[in-house]
């Protein structure tokens, strides 16, 4: 078998597991895509979309907020904070985190944990731009 | 001497109890087949993102975060996990007499300067802790009817940021473990500093990793996930807990309102009998006497 084996787990649940031709992950570094013998790896994971090549040639397509993937002897392990299938993203929640976390930004109070807003707007952005829907 | 109607009233108001109680015991079953769902799902998670960080940190020695350094305790924070509901058996007087002991005991030089801050998550050890002169930093009622990994984090950061500002220099965390549906035990763990891993199963390095960003990036990234895991899973487990002792406890109800119901019944037919048999023999020496006449 030249196939990689590929597990997606969040906190929640298994969401992902099968064999697969390739896997593209959002590393801290730039994306990058995984094959058969990848070299063994441990990376970040950034906010971004997971791509999927499944062994058939289905493309499955995922975002993720983040998380670790460990490579090793063609076993992908990704630890996400969160998944979500791209066909599942409820678009409209998507924007109005967005919109939220643009008026937190906007708003000149001090006690706004900035980082935490900037992530949330950062998700959402995602989440919109990889569902194919405009703002 | 109880007459029969109130007996009969007794009845009744038993037999409505025992319904309630063997619902409850239905409703906390069903629930608790999810909750261990749950569990069973975090599982795989945490126990890699664990394996994962051991690993790192057996091969880089000399790292240096301060989530992992011991240092010197002036203040404690102890986190103490009850549900938000009763009827559960001992479930939270467990955990609350566990918690009081600790404070009189190990903790007692803090707690008697106030340097015991109290994170109580679900109600019950919030009703109780607020009512007495303990520092209650933070409250969560309520969250166990939609428990939500966000909240697990939330907490978790905010208790992160106090200890690496160094507003706290430990948390503990005190919970029921799920143990199996009828069995929870009281468990005392730290939470911070990370204590470092037991390193009972060697494994081989099997290769030489490529690293991004590099190890001590990773290492940070990691550890906080690793402490959101742990605490998710403390809260599953606690929730299951809660279940398993609900589910206990309302079936001993049942049982007792059986047993209660069948001495009654005994009483109220002896009684039955006792009238009837009274009121022949009342009957019987009227016909006698008369018949004496």
Redesign the interface.
């Known amino acids: 078998m030249k196939e990689l084996i590929v597990e997606i787990i969040t906190p929640s649940k298994t969401a992902y597991k099968g064999e697969v031709k390739s896997i593209t992950l959002p590393g801290t570094l730039g994306n990058f895509q995984v094959l058969f013998n990848h070299a063994p790896l441990l990376s970040s994971l950034e906010i971004g979309r997971i791509k999927i090549v499944e062994a058939k040639g289905n493309i499955l397509e995922f975002v993720t907020s983040g998380g670790t993937v460990e490579i090793l002897k063609n076993k992908v392990l990704v630890l996400a904070d969160s998944v979500e299938s791209v066909n599942e993203i409820d678009v409209e929640r998507a924007r109005q985190s967005y919109s939220r976390a643009k008026e937190r930004l906007g708003s000149r109070k001090i006690d706004i944990d900035v980082l935490r807003a900037e992530a949330s707007l950062q998700r959402a952005l995602n989440r919109i731009k990889f569902a194919g829907a405009g703002l | 001497m109880a007459t029969l109607r109130d007996i009969k009233r007794r009845i009744k108001g038993v037999k409505n109890t025992q319904q309630i109680t063997k619902a409850m015991k239905m409703v906390a079953a069903a629930r608790l087949r999810r909750a261990q769902e749950?569990i069973i799902?975090?599982r795989?998670?945490?126990r890699?993102?664990a394996e994962?960080l051991s690993d790192?940190l057996n091969i880089e020695k000399n790292i240096n975060n301060p989530l992992l350094t011991e240092r010197k305790v002036e203040n404690v924070a102890v986190v103490v996990v009850t549900s938000d509901r009763g009827l559960c058996g001992g479930f939270n007087m467990n955990v609350i007499r566990f918690v009081e002991d600790m404070l009189r005991n190990e903790l007692s030089e803090f707690s008697a300067n106030k340097k015991v801050q109290l994170y109580c998550v679900g109600k019950k050890g919030n009703d109780h802790f607020t009512k007495r002169p303990h520092k209650v930093a933070g409250s969560f009622p309520g969250i166990f009817s939609q428990l939500k990994?966000e909240f697990a984090s939330g907490l978790v950061r905010e208790l992160t940021l106090k200890f690496l500002s160094g507003e706290i220099d430990k948390v503990l965390i005190v919970y029921n473990e799920f143990r199996s549906v009828i069995q929870q035990k009281t468990t005392l763990e730290q939470l911070l500093p990370i204590k470092p891993f037991n390193k009972e199963e060697e494994k081989v390095i099997?290769?030489?990793?490529?690293?991004?960003?590099d190890k001590v990036?990773?290492i940070e990234?990691?550890l906080p996930?690793h402490l959101?895991?742990q605490f998710?899973r403390i809260l599953l487990e606690s929730y299951a807990a809660e279940l398993g002792a609900r589910m206990t406890a309302m079936d001993m109800a049942t049982e007792n309102a059986k047993e209660l119901i069948r001495s009654l019944q005994l009483t109220y037919n002896k009684e039955r009998q006792a009238a009837i048999t009274k009121e022949i023999i009342e009957i019987v020496s009227g016909a006698n006497a008369l018949k004496e006449s």
């Open positions: 749950n799902n975090a795989p998670y945490s890699k993102i994962v790192l990994f099997h290769a030489e990793y490529i690293y991004e960003p990036g990773i990234k990691l996930k959101n895991a998710w």
